[in-house]
């Protein structure tokens, strides 16, 4: 008679099974898992081509530096169009947009990796790295000068929250905006979200706003706490326009600046302050998380921890470089930012304040719009009966005048639309050639003649006509040899162009209609 299993022998033997299913069942579920996770061979292939390409056509981004390491998200390669969006796998049509990206290391040749997008996750102790594995050290802040500004990507939202900490350089400027922008409603500014702070701040929401806010000027760093309506400077709240109407519309699509506004799409208001870092929020959903970094080229920008991307300076110059060369000053501290060029439209000019002078010499930098209108004067004036000329024009044939003396049918070359003319003692240098010569004109001066020599037209004894459309890239006038105009390109902090004289430290402007534009 056979014995059967006794009590401890069946638990034993239960126990023993329990165990391997602890062991082995997770092992399989996630061999399962990966094996339903993996990239077939021929969509591999495809992703390494797509990679391949980009690093081809974007080899600045990449620094052949041996045991660098780069991750390339299959998000971008879509995004860049390298890659059809959603990819997903030949064999079982698994969407791995999301989920892949292309590991690249450098070592005396790159190599490509399609792995799981943590595995690629390159992570530095310091410092931010963006979805194309670019690395960015962090700095303490983004100071502005009054020419940069951002562009956050964002516009106004019903529920917006914004989290910032900054410093002011000068409580005593006009405005200070941390933050700025504005729509239309058809008769008042509507859509505000903007922060200003000097002695008497101001602060905008929806279709409200209010200035001459009292604040703790000692308190250089402060942090601006807005949420639906209300700003709370310090902990404490200052300002409350959480019932107003026009916060958001649809038809609004003017997005947010930092260290200036967005009037309407007009950039103006420009500040000179520091920030440490932003948030931005939509609700409880963090939309933008700002921090003040350097690239690898030492440029200084907003890198945003949500997107993983960098956000640059849109204006001027760069951030946290206060003595930049791009920045002038005139006599009244107001601060004016270098431009490549100044360009008249048709309708503007420039009066220099200057009669025709006997040894009056001219160096000036000037572009062509248009070789087929009758006249391109780049400066002009003329006394009675037409003396007292001091006149250049470029078309299809150029015009010069000096004195009482004048050419309108020297020849050139139209293909030169970037020319160089100076004029010294009556002789005409374009582009180093001497193209008219009338040093032996008389009444080139006359104490009678008031007339003075204006910029992008001409100045006819008092009559202001023959406007251009060209670009002035900068202007010197001698009196024989000293210097009196020393004239470049630049932008006000409101931007408007103008012409800055380095010598009397002012700014022309212009005094036609419309505006110059600028580049």
């Known amino acids: 008679m056979k014995k059967g299993f006794t009590l401890i022998e069946i638990l034993a033997v239960v126990t023993i099974i329990g165990l391997i299913f602890i062991l082995v069942i997770p092992k399989i579920a996630t061999s399962l898992k990966n094996k339903k996770t993996d990239v ?5 292939n495809l992703i390494i081509t797509a990679a391949k390409n980009y690093v081809n056509d974007n ?14 998200p299959l998000t971008t390669l879509t995004k860049k169009d390298y890659l059809d969006s959603p990819v997903k796998n030949v064999t079982d049509d698994l969407d791995i947009t999301n989920s892949k990206s292309v590991k690249i290391t450098y070592n005396k040749g790159f190599k490509y990796e ?5 595995e690629c996750e390159v992570v530095y102790n310091e410092g931010y790295v963006d979805i194309e594995g670019n690395k960015y050290d962090v700095i303490e802040y983004l100071e502005s000068n009054g020419f940069q500004y951002i562009d956050t990507g964002l516009t106004t939202r019903e529920n917006m929250k914004i989290d910032v900490k900054y410093y002011i350089n000068n409580y005593n400027s006009e405005r200070n905006y941390v933050f700025g922008v504005y729509g239309m409603d058809g008769v008042n500014s509507g859509y505000r979200m903007q922060w200003s702070h000097t002695n008497n701040s101001f602060a905008g929401y929806g279709n409200l706003g209010t200035e001459n806010i009292k604040t703790d000027n000692s308190k250089n760093i402060n942090n601006l706490l807005f949420s639906e309506g209300k700003f709370y400077l310090n902990d404490t709240l200052i300002y409350d326009a ?13 997005n947010i600046y930092l260290f200036a506004v967005n009037g309407n799409g007009v950039i103006s208001n420009f500040s000179s302050i520091r920030m440490y870092y932003m948030k931005m929020y939509e609700g409880n959903i963090l939309l933008r998380d700002f921090v003040p970094v350097i690239d690898k080229n030492k440029r200084p920008c907003f890198f945003d921890k949500v997107s993983r991307e960098c956000y640059y300076n849109q ?3 760069e951030f946290n470089k206060y003595d930049h060369d791009d920045i002038l000053v005139d006599k009244s501290n107001e601060r004016y930012g270098k431009i490549n060029y100044i360009e008249s439209t048709g309708t503007q000019y420039i009066d220099t304040g200057l009669p025709t002078k006997e040894n009056m010499k001219i160096d000036v930098k000037y572009y062509i719009n248009n070789f087929e209108v009758t006249r391109n004067y780049v400066f002009g004036v003329y006394g ?4 007292n000329r001091m006149q ?3 078309s299809n044939t150029l015009f010069a005048g000096y004195g009482n003396l004048y050419n309108s049918n020297i020849q050139s070359d139209n293909g030169l639309n970037l020319n160089h003319l100076i004029v010294d003692k009556g002789k005409f240098y374009l582009n180093d050639i001497m193209v008219y010569d009338a040093s032996g004109a008389s009444q080139v001066y006359s104490a009678n003649n008031n007339a003075s020599i204006n910029l992008f037209a001409v100045n006819g004894n008092g009559t202001i006509s023959n406007f251009s459309s060209i670009r002035i890239y900068y202007m010197k006038i001698y009196d024989n040899n000293t210097l009196i105009r020393d004239y470049v390109p630049v932008i006000t902090s409101a931007g408007k162009a103008c012409l800055f004289d380095q010598i009397e430290k002012k700014c022309y402007y212009n005094q036609g209609s419309g505006e110059f534009l600028y580049g």
């Open 40 to 44: 077939d061979t021929t969509t591999n």
């Open 59 to 72: 080899h600045d981004k990449f620094d052949k530096i041996d045991n660098n390491t780069y991750c390339l």
């Open 114 to 118: 399609v792995v799981d997008k943590k």
């Open 242 to 254: 959480s019932n107003a109407s026009l916060v958001y519309s649809a038809d609004n699509d003017k």
């Open 315 to 317: 204006g001027i110059g």
């Open 384 to 387: 009675n009966n037409y003396a």
């Open 392 to 394: 250049w024009s470029h």
